[in-house]
């Protein structure tokens, strides 16, 4: 990933929380990944970890209309996603996927979590928009990938103990969670990636 985007991806990320008033903690702990495929603009994240602690963590992400994280799930983290600002959609599956898969696949598992505390049970193939303001509650084992519907959005997320490394599996095989860098300029922040590699 080139040290360019990773700098403009920042510098949008930083104009979006604070035209929306989101103030960074004093040294942000900034996580910007393509995940590996050298496409940021169809498969990218920007995150910043607000609270990393062993019993729970909560993060702030931003993303552009275009942007997926990826399908993955988690052994461990049970996680709440929050659309802070925007329309956030997410892809869900209660088990597996198809290989490929990013959005719906027709002829899932109905799949029953808690979208705002509530549990409910989500018809197959069905894609979840979540408004801003409103969460979903994701236990491990449950696939997901999401991306704004709106322009940009940005999204929150509490969770249980956060693994970058050991606790992201990924449906596509080809996909590294941190990303390599081309320093093709010089760098605004330093990533998260930079210290635990
Ligand atoms: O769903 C997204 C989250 O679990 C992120 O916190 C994670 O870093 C994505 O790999």
Same mark, same amino acid.
């Given at each position: 990933? !080139?040290?360019?985007?990773?700098?403009?991806?920042?510098?949008?990320?930083?104009?979006?929380?604070?035209? +929306?008033?989101?103030?960074?903690?004093?040294?942000?702990?900034?996580?910007?990944?393509?995940?590996?495929?050298?496409?940021?603009?169809?498969?990218?994240?920007?995150?910043?970890?607000?609270?990393?602690?062993?019993?729970?963590?909560?993060?702030?992400?931003?993303?552009?209309?275009?942007?997926?994280?990826?399908?993955?799930?988690?052994? !461990? !983290? !049970?996680?709440?996603? *929050?659309?802070?600002?925007?329309?956030?959609?997410?892809?869900? +599956?209660?088990?597996?996927?198809?290989?490929?898969?990013?959005?719906?696949?027709?002829?899932?598992?109905?799949?029953?979590?808690? *979208?705002?505390?509530?549990?409910?049970?989500?018809?197959?193939?069905?894609?979840?928009?979540?408004?801003?303001? +409103?969460?979903?509650?994701?236990?491990?084992?449950?696939?997901?990938?999401?991306?704004?519907?709106?322009?940009?959005? *940005?999204?929150?997320?509490?969770?249980?103990?956060?693994?970058?490394?050991?606790?992201? *599996?990924?449906?596509?095989?080809?996909?590294?969670?941190?990303?390599?860098?081309?320093?093709?300029?010089?760098?605004?922040?330093?990533?998260?990636?930079?210290?635990?590699?």
């Amino acid at each position: 990933m !080139k040290r360019s985007i990773i700098n403009l991806a920042y510098r949008k990320a930083l104009a979006c929380f604070t035209r +929306h008033h989101w103030a960074l903690p004093p040294a942000p702990q900034w996580d910007i990944t393509d995940f590996g495929l050298g496409n940021f603009d169809q498969c990218g994240l920007t995150l910043v970890n607000l609270a990393a602690e062993p019993e729970y963590c909560e993060k702030l992400m931003y993303a552009w209309r275009g942007q997926m994280a990826p399908c993955h799930t988690h052994a !461990k !983290k !049970k996680e709440d996603i *929050i659309c802070r600002v925007g329309e956030l959609a997410l892809a869900l +599956h209660a088990v597996r996927p198809p290989a490929g898969t990013d959005a719906h696949t027709p002829g899932d598992a109905p799949l029953r979590l808690a *979208i705002n505390g509530v549990p409910v049970s989500i018809p197959a193939g069905r894609l979840l928009v979540l408004p801003a303001g +409103h969460r979903v509650t994701l236990t491990p084992g449950i696939w997901h990938a999401f991306g704004p519907v709106s322009a940009e959005c *940005i999204i929150g997320e509490v969770s249980t103990a956060n693994d970058d490394v050991n606790d992201n *599996i990924f449906l596509d095989p080809a996909i590294g969670r941190f990303p390599g860098i081309e320093e093709d300029e010089s760098a605004a922040i330093h990533l998260l990636s930079e210290s635990v590699r």
